[in-house]
């Protein structure tokens, strides 16, 4: 899967390595890099913003001759991906708090691919806010076993039974 987009890096640093670097000497390069990233799941947007990074921070840049153009790019890309992952930090009990004082329900979604903890985090969450609020669990691989286990207030199969259980709860 990532094969290709290895061979449209090493591309772009050939690319870069090539000479003085400007805009239209990166242009194919990014593009064909461009393609790889959208062909590979990662969004128009992000791409973009990859493109855009890389493209501001490559042309018209002058490497020293000791410089290692490959790490050079590889920094840039590393650094534009940190830049769009990067996000404020979230203080999950403020949002909890400022919810309830609402008289609504805070609803937290868990989104990523098979085997990446998903359910363990879930399930390590739901411990430590059963400490002070109540906790309703629902969600394709969690059962009504599951949820009893780690002492859910409730369980719901879909995401509708989910609000209606909380809302139930919020009134008791």
Known sequence: MFESLRDKFSGLVETITAKS????????????????????????????KIEEELKRKISGDRLSLTSSKKDYVKEALEK??????????????????KKRREGKPTVILFLGFNGTGKTTTVAKLALLLKKKYRVIIGGA?????????????????????GVTLALRLMDS
């Open 21 to 48: 670097v400007t805009e239209k000497d990166v242009e194919k390069s990014l593009w064909d890099f461009k393609i790889s990233l959208l062909e590979n799941d990662v969004s128009l947007k992000v791409t973009e």
């Open 80 to 97: 534009s991906v940190r830049d769009i992952l990067s996000v404020e930090p979230v203080v999950l009990e403020e949002i909890i708090e």
């Open 141 to 161: 691989p969690v059962t009504q076993e599951w949820a009893d286990q780690i002492g859910a207030d409730g369980y719901a199969e879909t995401a509708s039974g």
